[in-house]
Structures are given as structure tokens and as C-alpha cells.
């Protein structure tokens, strides 16, 4: 595992504060999905030269959000290398959701699906772990208070704004949280390259929580204990297993393969 990740909560000690974020998708994300989460919108001359950038800010400002020109970012709070593209927000959270409303989701979709980061610390992962989970239809991901990435800046413009669409759930103890899951009727896989099973041998047609753990240490060995069973995704020879969210991407695509193939003819999925 990395261990040059110092900025993981880029001075975020609280969670649930309002934050910066950055870069066009991600504005147009939340600005279509969440606007009401945005407080501030902050952007460059240049931004408005587009008219589709212009139209966003007329959009925004309609709506009542306080949109300002400004010369530079060096008041917010984001990283000097960021990509802004020329725009920054401060936003609310508004994707947290408590352990408790997992037992709604699981009663809402049939069947449902999680999926579980083991100690992702990593931002640009954990945005993408994210993207991937939104694009493959994950209902809501697990992420442990401890030793796992704050969701910041970069952590939403890894997922290009993909988390406008997704729910987190924060958990202080994630084997006491599977078993409670378990109760729900959860099955869980943990994908490690030591697993007894390919993906495709598994039946993902029923409540399914996915856990994927991070480079270098994988999926805590404690946690797999826990786990219903241990899955590996077949690789060519020589190649080095894959990192988290490519992992969890290839893995969820399985789930969402098995489920369409299981759908009647014709049913939009």
C-alpha cells in the first residue's frame, strides 16, 4: 500500500461541513442533481467565454445560488495542482446515509447491492470505486471510519461527480455492520487474488455486498473470515493484480451481467 497519501482528509475533520469541489462535470452534476446542496459557486473569467458555461452559471444564479467572479482560487481550500477547469463550489454532503437505511434500500431494490471499501485510502481510487458503483448500479457503499479516505475534493472530481448520484454509508465497525447486513439477507464476496472462486461462479442474483480492500494489504483477513466467500477475477500470467477500483469495476460489471441475462427479453434495465 501507498504510503504518500498525508493530504488523504485534505483538512476535512469534519465529514458532514460544507466543502470545495472542483471541475466543470462535477458542477453540472451537482447543479442538475443537488443543486439545492451547492452554497457558493465561485469561477474564472474565462469560464463564462463558452456558452454552455455561461448558460450553467445563468442556471445556477436562477435558481438563487451565489455565483462570484473571482481573479484565483487561493482563498478555497483546494490543492494548488487541482484541475478546476474554472470553477469551484462549496457544497453540503447530502450522500450520507446511516446503517439503519440499508434495510429500506435492501427492501426498495430486489435484489440489492453494495459495495464494501476495506481501507481505501487513496482519493483517486476511491473516486473512481465510486463512478464504477454508480455506473453499475450499486445502491449504497460501506466505508469505514477508520484507515478509509474522507470524501474531498479530489475524491469528487475522481469520480467526475458520479457521487451526485451515489449514497455512503460510514460505519464505525464494519464486521459488527455485515453482520447486521447479513440479518437483512446480504451475502458477501471479498475479492482477493488468493479467492476460492472465479467471479463468474458465484450467483450474484440475490442481496449481494461486494468488499474490495486496498493495494498491498487487500481485504483484511478478519474481514474475510466474515465474508460468505472469497472471489479472485482471472488474469492473464505474469500480470500484477489489479488495483482496487478496477477490480471493483470488473467485478461489479459481473453482478450487473448476471442480472440483465436474468431479466425477461426486453426489459429495460
Same mark, same amino acid.
Given at each position: 500500500m501507498k504510503k504518500n497519501n498525508k493530504n488523504i482528509r485534505e483538512n476535512r475533520p469534519d465529514p458532514s461541513a460544507p466543502f470545495?469541489?472542483?471541475?466543470?462535470?462535477?458542477?453540472?452534476?451537482? =447543479?442538475?442533481?443537488?443543486? *439545492?446542496?451547492?452554497?457558493? +459557486?465561485?469561477?474564472?473569467?474565462?469560464? $463564462?467565454?463558452?456558452?454552455a458555461n455561461a448558460r450553467l452559471i445563468a442556471e445556477l444564479?436562477?435558481?438563487?445560488?451565489?455565483?462570484?467572479?473571482?481573479?484565483?482560487?487561493?482563498?478555497?481550500?483546494?490543492?494548488?495542482?487541482?484541475?478546476?477547469?474554472?470553477?469551484?463550489?462549496?457544497?453540503?454532503?447530502?450522500?450520507?446515509?446511516?446503517?439503519?437505511?440499508?434495510?429500506?434500500?435492501?427492501?426498495?431494490?430486489?435484489?440489492?447491492?453494495?459495495?464494501?471499501?476495506?481501507?481505501?485510502?487513496?482519493?483517486?481510487?476511491?473516486? =473512481?470505486?465510486?463512478?464504477? *458503483?454508480?455506473?453499475?448500479? +450499486?445502491?449504497?457503499?460501506?466505508?469505514? $471510519?477508520?484507515?478509509?479516505?474522507?470524501?474531498?475534493?479530489?475524491?469528487?472530481?475522481?469520480?467526475?461527480g458520479a457521487i451526485a448520484h451515489a449514497r455512503l454509508c460510514r460505519v464505525g465497525n464494519l464486521?459488527?455492520?455485515?453482520?447486521?447486513?447479513k440479518e437483512w439477507g446480504f451475502w458477501f464476496t471479498a475479492l482477493s487474488p488468493d479467492g476460492t472462486e472465479p467471479i463468474w461462479n458465484l450467483d450474484f442474483l440475490r442481496n449481494t455486498a461486494i468488499v474490495v480492500g486496498a493495494e498491498g494489504q487487500g481485504v483484511r483477513e478478519l474481514i474475510k473470515k466474515r465474508s460468505d466467500f472469497t472471489a479472485y477475477i482471472p488474469q492473464a500470467k505474469g500480470i500484477a493484480s489489479m488495483n482496487a477500483a478496477a477490480a471493483a469495476s470488473v467485478c461489479l460489471y459481473e453482478v450487473m451481467r448476471q442480472r440483465r441475462l436474468a431479466m425477461p427479453a426486453n426489459t429495460i434495465y
Open positions: 470545495w469541489v472542483w471541475g466543470l462535470h462535477v458542477m453540472e452534476e451537482f =447543479a442538475m442533481t443537488q443543486p *439545492s446542496a451547492i452554497e457558493e +459557486v465561485k469561477f474564472l473569467p474565462s469560464f $463564462e467565454q463558452k456558452k444564479r436562477a435558481r438563487g445560488t451565489p455565483c462570484n467572479l473571482i481573479q484565483d482560487f487561493q482563498k478555497t481550500d483546494m490543492p494548488k495542482d487541482a484541475v478546476h477547469q474554472g470553477i469551484a463550489a462549496l457544497v453540503r454532503p447530502f450522500w450520507s446515509i446511516e446503517l439503519e437505511d440499508l434495510q429500506t434500500i435492501n427492501i426498495a431494490h430486489s435484489p440489492s447491492l453494495l459495495l464494501i471499501c476495506d481501507q481505501i485510502v487513496d482519493p483517486q481510487n476511491l473516486g =473512481a470505486i465510486i463512478r464504477a *458503483s454508480v455506473a453499475f448500479g +450499486v445502491n449504497a457503499i460501506l466505508l469505514p $471510519e477508520r484507515s478509509t479516505a474522507t470524501v474531498t475534493g479530489a475524491v469528487v472530481k475522481a469520480s467526475s464486521a459488527a455492520a455485515m453482520e447486521r447486513l
